[in-house]
Nanobody, 128 residues
């Protein structure tokens, strides 16, 4: 069983920053990617950022490029999302996700179906 535990969410004003963390434990051998997704009320879940756990390659949604940075710890058991210059439209529930896929996980956007383990989600609220 895989456990993904997120922390660092909360409320900030527009222009502020948050650092989201996700600790992975349990049966995480064979993981290939970890990612952050988000879901705003009434909208589909979208991939925000992903990292290849072996090579460290990163991918970002266009809406967050230049503002968000995904990284992992040396043991590759935690992933972080440094979120700067936050905007009200970044308000959403943020989820950490893990993939064991050896296929494409990014085709224009980060593919939700490529990720089969999810954290419980945490709220991020940006006020204007």
């Amino acid at each position: 069983e895989v456990q993904l535990v997120e922390s660092g969410g909360g409320s900030v004003q527009a222009g502020g920053s948050l650092r989201l963390s996700c600790a992975a434990s349990g049966d995480i051998d064979g993981r290939t990617y970890m990612a952050w997704f988000r879901q705003a009320p009434g909208k589909p879940r979208e991939g925000v950022a992903a990292i290849n756990t072996a090579g460290g390659n990163t991918y970002y949604a266009d809406s967050v490029k230049g503002r968000f940075t995904i990284s992992q710890n040396n043991a590759k058991t935690a992933v972080y999302l440094q979120s700067d210059n936050l905007k009200p439209e970044d308000t959403a529930t943020y989820y950490c996700a893990l993939s064991r896929s050896w296929g494409e996980v990014v085709q224009g956007s980060i593919l939700r179906f490529a990720f089969d383990h999810w954290g419980q989600g945490m709220q991020v609220t940006i006020s204007s």
